[in-house]
């Protein structure tokens, strides 16, 4: 009886869940901004989390999921544990298995996720609830961040619009999850012909483009056409509908030239033409041209050797100038030495070539990457998967995500017309720009905040094409 009673209110915990991710991140700036730590956030995300997953124990009829989960992951660790010992004495074994907990977050909260949904499906609307008042908390917080004066803005120079969130980049992918499913939530509510419907969509796509981040724009640009050709391929006739989605993302494409990222980038520009003048200066004084062969630089290292200890000092210090040099293929071009994700992905490859085997199993030490004041953390989620967890871990993980793109395919292909809905639209185009922000970004698969919101969209997947009823019988 008490199981049951938990059952009725799971809806409600949904859509708490939900709600309370915009509201942590908030506490977390503050706490950040005040120079309080991160602590209480943390102990926070891992009480939720420890509540949720027990919750999704307790409460599931196929308890064995929980078990081969909770031994893969264990296993992962005691992988991961036993190659930061056989590199020698971890620098800190307690962040580096906090780190693994962000981690394992996805797939512990999409497994509770989907076991609420299946024991109560009043659940799913509720989830869905939640994402459009995820979004109404953002549009919410943004604007009294400007108001108050306490925008702490997407760049360093001063452009774009972020609120109070920490991570440029999982704030982006949050963006691109919650502004599509609001948006078909608000249109299945209230149809084109509302103001609502035009104030989720000017104000959710506004939201992105004044954060001003590349893959955000693009998943404004996404959500607009992709939901309207959606639409129009499910319902032909209302292609009119449709193109009011097209429409709205429209209006921002016309603002591009005037957008916080082009302007970011014009400033950008400038600081780096000035650090090249000076690196073709010093090659000038060795008697090289700027565009000195390889092969010549390579003859007369010393040309390179300031511009080296200037841009790439860290390398330096830790692998050598030599074989820095070497896998910079001796080039003088300050932008490529200076870009931070080429340059953050070679650091991980270079530490994996220094470690032992079992790293390349099971991953080497998050501290391994912090060289003084700079961390190296790579800025792709695959690839700091890899270099943290190794080939175990990435592949586990890999195989995780390949189940639900498996389900969404066998649903196409079993019935198209049947599973292809406005609502599976919205997490789709969700999803495919989520899955852009994990290849490009490290601002989903290890921060929590985000990973949170990938969660919810891999089980409304589940939901949709294993539980869902759609007038015939349940699948």
């Not at 999803?431 to 290849?439: A, D, T």
Request: charged content about 15%; proline content about 3%; glycine content about 8%.
């Amino acid at each position: 009886m008490k199981l049951d009673a938990l059952r009725k209110k799971l809806p409600w915990y949904v859509f708490a869940l939900v709600l309370f991710q915009p509201v942590l991140d908030c506490i977390s700036f503050w706490l950040t901004r005040l120079e309080l730590g991160n602590s209480l956030t943390l102990v926070l995300r891992l009480g939720v989390l420890a509540v949720t997953a027990l919750l999704g124990f307790v409460l599931s009829r196929r308890k064995w999921v929980y078990a081969v989960a909770a031994a893969v992951c264990i296993a992962i660790a005691a992988g991961h544990v036993y190659a930061l010992y056989d590199y020698g004495a971890p620098a800190s074994i307690v962040s580096d298995l906090t780190n693994y907990i962000r981690v394992v977050q996805l797939p512990v909260m999409t497994l509770c996720l989907i076991t609420f949904l299946r024991e109560n499906e009043d659940s799913y609307a509720k989830l869905r609830l939640g994402m459009v008042g995820s979004l109404v908390i953002i549009l919410l917080v943004t604007v009294l961040a400007s108001v108050t004066g306490t925008e702490p803005h997407t760049y360093v120079d001063g452009k774009g619009y972020i609120g109070w969130f920490n991570t440029t980049n999982a704030q982006s992918n949050i963006l691109c999850l919650v502004v599509p499913t609001a948006l078909v939530w608000v249109y299945e509510k209230k149809g084109t012909d509302s103001v609502w419907f035009w104030l989720t969509a000017l104000l959710g796509f506004g939201a992105m483009f004044l954060l001003g981040t590349r893959l955000a724009l693009f998943a404004m640009v996404a959500a607009g056409f992709g939901l309207g050709l959606s639409l129009t391929l499910i319902a032909p006739k209302l292609w009119k509908r449709g193109l009011c989605f097209i429409l709205a993302a429209v209006v921002f494409v016309l603002l591009l030239p005037w957008s916080p990222m082009n302007s970011h980038q014009g400033t950008f520009d400038n600081v780096q033409s000035n650090r090249q003048t000076i690196a073709d200066n010093r090659l000038e004084a060795y008697g090289l041209s700027k565009d000195a062969t390889a092969e010549e630089k390579a003859a007369c290292p010393e040309a390179l050797h300031d511009t080296y200890y200037y841009h790439a000092y860290d390398f330096v210090k830790i692998f050598g100038m030599e074989q820095t040099l070497e896998h910079y293929h001796y080039s003088s071009n300050v932008a490529e030495i200076t870009a931070q994700r080429p340059k953050k992905l070679l650091f991980g490859s270079m530490l994996m070539e220094n470690s032992p085997a079992s790293a390349k199993l099971f991953g080497v030490e998050l501290q391994r990457f912090t060289v003084g004041r700079n961390n190296y953390d790579v800025e792709n989620d695959l690839h700091g998967i890899w270099f943290l967890y190794g080939a175990v871990g990435l592949g586990a993980l890999l195989v995780f995500l390949a189940y639900f793109v498996l389900l969404v395919i066998r649903a196409l292909c079993k019935d198209a017309k049947t599973y292809f809905t406005m609502d599976a639209a919205g997490w789709g185009v969700g999803l495919v720009c989520c899955m852009m922000h994990v290849y490009l970004t490290a601002g989903v698969l290890r921060r929590p905040n985000s990973s949170f919101y990938l969660a919810a969209a891999l089980a409304a997947v589940y939901y949709l094409t294993k539980v869902k009823s759609y007038g015939q019988e349940t699948r």
